[in-house]
Nanobody
């Protein structure tokens, strides 16, 4: 079975850092793109960052560019999201998701989703 487990969320003060992890199993990791998404209360889910496990190319939403860094450890089937300079508007439930790495890198078409991890940034 395909499984994605996101963890690493928590409560942090504005300006602080957190690192989220997404552990994947049940599929050929190198053939998939992994995306991080978030959903804040009362808002639609939005794509935050994504990475191609095959070539390492990355993408970021404008709101997190320069603050967040996505990386992949293919040996561990794990994708990380390093979040620095956190702001109160980053508060949300963060999800990781996977899709076959056959499309242009982006935030559409994700088939598999993990449970969310809460990130709360206090101001």
């Amino acid at each position: 079975d395909v499984q994605l487990q996101a963890f690493g969320g928590g409560l942090v003060q504005a300006g602080g850092s957190l690192r989220l992890s997404c552990a994947a199993s049940g599929f050929t990791f190198d053939d998939y793109a992994i995306g991080w998404f978030r959903q804040a209360p009362g808002k639609e889910r939005e794509g935050v960052s994504c990475i191609s496990s095959s070539d390492g190319s990355t993408g970021y939403a404008d709101s997190v560019k320069g603050r967040f860094t996505i990386s992949s450890d293919n040996a561990k089937n794990t994708v990380y999201l390093q979040m620095n300079s956190l702001k109160s508007e980053d508060t949300a439930v963060y999800y990781c998701a996977a899709r076959p790495d056959i499309y242009d890198l982006g935030y559409a078409g994700y088939d598999y989703w993990g449970q969310g991890t809460q990130v709360t940034v206090s101001s």
